[in-house]
């Protein structure tokens, strides 16, 4: 038996008595070994226009704002989605290419993770890349690189402008998911938050930023 | 096609004449009815009442009752004892039977159909030659539904009738609340079932709510009576067993 | 102690009496009685399940392979619970590899104990919490609370139960017995410093939610949460959620200390698209929730730098070592049979007396808990608590059969129940239905119930066990002839002879 990480004053009776009951219950009601059918959709791809297309449309059915432009209207599309949201400080993560905020005239501050993570809410808003989107559910993937920052940046502040290029956009829920890398954090963000706690009904903006902007870069 | 007719025991006993209907209906279409005189009950509300021991012999009764090769099929008036002989038969069998009563009950489940399924499925018909000039309200029962999976077949069958004033009743598919003893366990809880079930039935004005389940129209109607409703509950076999030759009498129809 | 070296394997115990929350204290015809009268709940739960029924059936409609996820799914978990041991062990190892410290917990009192200690040993006398269903199912919060820890409920309906004093009715949507008014109160009376102007406009009440939970995220160093799926493979832990307070609780503490029921554990992370297709389709009705959330061990600068994952079985082996009833662990808790139960519509989740309320809580809690505990266990009243409409296995997402499952805890009663009455009954009836001719003649003696019938032939008032059916449904006198005599009687045959075709060509003569 090898050395497992217990907590002081832990004995590994609860480890081994757990793990001796879960072979037991199998021993007492033995199992049928099963097959997966794995015949769902997988491997789906989409002429590029489609992808967007369907894309923006599941964005704006969650309440996101959609902005579509080139890579070389980045820096002015980016300018333009928060002076619309009032924005005039705004954070990026580290790895965050600094040309894309060349238009705007506001402060802009590089986050690290000295920055305690409060302090984030002192921001009007923040401007990240995506790794992955999954475009049938509208859904962007973040995964915590310098491109997109530690999961507190794209939380705390108020209004979230997340650029989506357009050679990152899978089809479905399967394809998005096997781009990701499983040790990140990652995190799957499909609209502004939201909560369906009264009566079931739908309402956005709840703890999570309550603006969320997509710029979709359609040639890159 | 040589038929074997099991009454189930509830249409025996307390709803004979949708039990006759259906007979009468079979004959109609060049089929001949047999009748197992030795039959009685499938054991349904044992198992369903949690008692798996009990119902051995009712099983094995059924099993002997209609295992006689020369009989084609079995039809039974009732999607939930269809369902019984389908899916609850077999777990009995295994638990608590022997070896001949496993191979029994499975050489008769695969010949056991539920009226609509008989008609459409194995005899291939959807206009029986029905007359019946009423407005009617289908309510589908769960286990035709659910457990069976008959899906359109009974309004297939109703749509095809002469005269029929169809109008659909608003969901449909939520359970009228009977259960078996769920009714004497849980009667507060089905009260308030059954009493939405009612208000959508009374909502599509129909004359008759129609189902293929003498045991959820004995709940139904029940309810109906209580309240004084102008809307009876008959069985889809006494619809489609009427014809214009032999019409069914709603304004004198008891129950 | 461990069997596994003994040879001989033992049944794992449940859930202990007495500890948690799988247990009501009265049985549920009892608890539904006082529900039942509630109009309240009845508006507000009916307006809501139709709300979410239609939204799922609409998300569920559009993709052309659910079937096919459902069958995936179903299969990915019973795999996982004929590998259960090798999966948890892979597990555990992956997520030290990472960083992060798993603890193993027999029951439910040992896992608050490990979490107190944990709580304790960072000295914060505070935790933000996220919606969980295994730490409801323990009674974590009463536990801390005798502690001297004082944790605060972060997604909205949570907040809202224990602003209000209250328990969760729903696994999705804790507060779905309250509405918009009642909420507006219960905020009015217990938030500190609320605008004393608040409406009851939904988007006015989380904001004001927002503003209540906001110094909490920002100051609490430690979190607790529960975990939707743990992959073994590589030892990441997802939470789904919508409002964020998730991904609050999750990102901006400094430890995190999650709660995982044994069974939640999947093996690989591809797994994940299988089961974020079909949980937010089935639970919220949405084609995906807002935020999901995975963590692998400790990420460095970024979430809590300290983790640990409590591993609980609490009667969960003990449902595992039922053939039939193990297929209630399958369970995702998208609570999508809860929203079509003609059962829990009307009597709300309450009457369940469990965490776990609905449907899967029927088959689950008496699994988790017992039904034999002590005398007349509410939990024994549970897989009754159902008309076996089926409505439930259509809903879920990993197609656990329900009505079986209920059967087939209704037999597990019966037969540890010893002599009822009703037993006598079931044994009476069979033996009379076995023999023909002894059938035959009780027919016949069920005509004196002719004689008890009104003038109009219905029977109004039943003697007990019947006068449940009576208060509400008349009965129809029996008919003069069962259908065996008339198919017996020249009559019959005579009618018989007259529908046949008149083609002697028919049928028969083939």
């Known amino acids: 038996m090898t050395e497992h990480a217990h907590g002081a004053g832990e004995s590994a009776s609860a480890r081994e008595t757990v793990l001796g009951r879960v072979r037991d219950a199998l021993a007492l009601a033995e199992a049928p070994r099963v097959e997966v059918p794995r015949d769902y959709r997988t491997g789906r791809t989409l002429p590029d226009d489609d992808l967007v297309g369907l894309l923006t449309d599941r964005l704006l059915d969650y309440k996101a704002e959609v902005r579509t432009c080139t890579a070389d209207r980045t820096a002015e599309t980016v300018a333009e989605a928060l002076r619309a949201h009032g924005a005039r400080r705004v954070g990026v993560p580290p790895g965050l290419d600094p040309g894309w905020l060349a238009d705007f005239d506001g402060e802009v501050e590089a986050d690290s993770a000295e920055v305690p993570a409060p302090r984030l809410g002192e921001l009007d808003g923040v401007v990240t890349a995506s790794a992955v989107a999954c475009a049938e559910t509208g859904t962007l993937f973040l995964d915590g690189t310098p491109r997109q920052g530690r999961r507190a940046l794209t939380l705390v502040p108020d209004l979230h402008v997340c650029v989506v290029d357009r050679s990152t956009v899978e089809v479905g829920v399967p394809e998005a998911v096997a781009r990701l890398v499983p040790e990140r954090p990652t995190t799957l963000i499909s609209g502004p938050s939201a909560t369906s706690d009264i009566e079931l009904e739908r309402v956005e903006g709840v703890h999570g930023p309550r603006t969320l902007v997509v710029l979709i870069r359609t040639d890159v | 096609m040589r038929i074997g007719l099991f009454a189930t025991c509830l249409g025996d006993t307390l709803f004979p004449d949708a039990v006759k209907a259906t007979a009468v209906l079979l004959t109609r279409l060049g089929h001949q009815v047999v009748f197992p005189p030795g039959q009685t009950c499938c054991g349904q509300m044992h198992v369903n009442t949690g008692y798996q021991r009990e119902p051995v012999p009712l099983v094995r009764n059924f099993a002997e009752q209609f295992g006689d090769p020369s009989i084609d099929a079995v039809v039974l008036p009732s999607g939930s004892c269809a369902g019984s002989v389908r899916h609850q038969h077999g777990i009995v069998a295994e638990r608590y039977g022997d070896a001949e009563l496993v191979d029994g009950v499975a050489k008769v489940r695969a010949k056991t159909y539920e009226l609509s399924e008989l008609l459409v499925d194995v005899l291939e018909v959807t206009d029986v030659g029905a007359y019946f000039p009423h407005r009617v309200t289908y309510h589908p029962t769960c286990h035709s539904l659910r457990m069976l999976r008959v899906g359109e077949k009974p309004l297939r069958l109703l749509r095809a009738v002469e005269g029929i004033d169809l109008v659909e009743l608003p969901e449909a598919d939520a359970c009228c609340g009977f259960g078996g003893t769920f009714a004497l366990k849980n009667a507060e809880t089905s009260s308030a079932m059954l009493a939405d079930k009612m208000r959508h039935v009374a909502e599509t004005g129909a004359a008759v709510c129609a189902a293929g389940d003498s045991s959820c129209l004995m709940h139904i109607g029940g309810g109906l009576s209580r309240i004084a409703s102008d809307t009876r509950t008959l069985h889809l076999a006494q619809i489609l067993a009427a014809t214009r030759t032999s019409p069914y009498a709603l304004a004198e129809a008891a129950r | ?510």
């Open chain 3, 1 to 510: 102690m461990s069997s596994t070296f003994l040879g001989m394997p033992a049944a794992p115990p449940r859930s202990p009496y007495g500890t948690g929350n799988l247990r009501g204290e009265q049985k549920f015809p009892e608890a539904a009685h006082g529900e039942l009268r509630n109009e309240q709940l009845r508006r507000n739960l009916g307006k809501a399940t139709h709300t979410i029924r239609a939204k799922r059936l609409a998300v569920t409609g559009e993709l052309p392979d659910w079937e096919r996820l459902r069958d995936a799914g179903s299969a990915i978990k019973t795999d996982t619970m004929n590998r259960l041991p090798e999966l948890l062990e892979e597990l555990e190892r992956r997520v030290t590899e990472r960083g992060g410290t798993v603890h193993w917990a027999r029951d439910g009192a040992e896992a608050n104990e490990i979490v107190t200690r944990l709580v304790k040993a960072t000295g914060s006398e505070e935790v933000i919490k996220v919606k969980s269903m295994a730490t409801q199912e323990i009674g974590l919060n009463e536990h801390l609370e005798a502690e001297g820890i004082r944790p605060h409920e972060t997604d909205l309906a949570e907040l809202i139960v224990q602003l209000a004093h209250d328990r969760p009715s729903h696994i999705l949507v804790p507060a779905i017995h309250r509405n918009r008014d009642e909420i507006r109160r219960i905020f009015l009376k217990e938030i500190p410093g609320v605008d004393p102007r608040l409406d009851s406009v939904p988007a006015h009440l989380a904001a004001a939610a927002r503003a209540y939970l906001r110094e909490k995220f920002m100051t609490t160093k430690v979190a607790l949460s529960g975990a939707n799926f743990g992959i073994a493979e590589t030892g990441t832990l997802s939470v789904v959620e919508s409002e964020g307070n998730g991904r609050m609780c999750l990102t901006m503490p400094e430890t995190l200390i999650s709660v995982m029921g044994i069974e939640k554990v999947l093996p690989r992370f591809a797994d994940l698209e299988v089961f974020l297709q079909l949980l937010p389709r089935s639970s919220t009705g949405e084609r995906m929730n807002p935020y999901t959330s995975m963590w692998t061990g400790v990420t460095p600068g970024d979430g809590p730098q300290e983790f640990h994952l409590v591993l609980l079985d609490n009667g969960r082996t003990a449902a595992l070592a039922d053939k039939v009833g193990r297929e209630a662990l399958n369970c995702i808790r998208c609570s999508a049979c809860l929203n079509v139960c003609p059962v829990y519509e009307r009597t709300g989740g309450h009457s369940y007396g469990s965490t776990y309320p609905g449907p899967i809580g029927a088959v689950l809690t008496p699994q988790l808990a017992g039904m034999h505990a002590a005398k007349d266990d509410p939990n024994s009243s549970l897989p009754y608590a159902s008309s076996l409409c089926g409505a439930c296995f259509d809903a879920c997402p990993v197609k656990i059969d329900i009505p079986s499952l209920l059967v087939e805890l209704r037999h597990q009663n019966t037969e540890e129940s010893g002599a009822t009455a009703e037993k006598t009954a079931m044994k009476a009836a069979a033996s009379l239905m076995k023999r023909p001719k002894l059938y035959t003649k009780a027919q016949k003696a069920s005509r004196a119930g002719r004689l008890l019938a009104g003038k109009d032939g219905k029977l109004s008032h039943l003697p007990p066990p019947f006068n449940g059916w009576s208060a509400t449904r008349d009965v129809s006198e029996p008919p003069k002839q069962t259908f065996r005599e008339w198919f017996a009687s020249q009559e019959g045959q005579a009618e018989l002879r007259a529908a046949a075709p008149q083609d002697d060509e028919g049928e028969e003569s083939r």
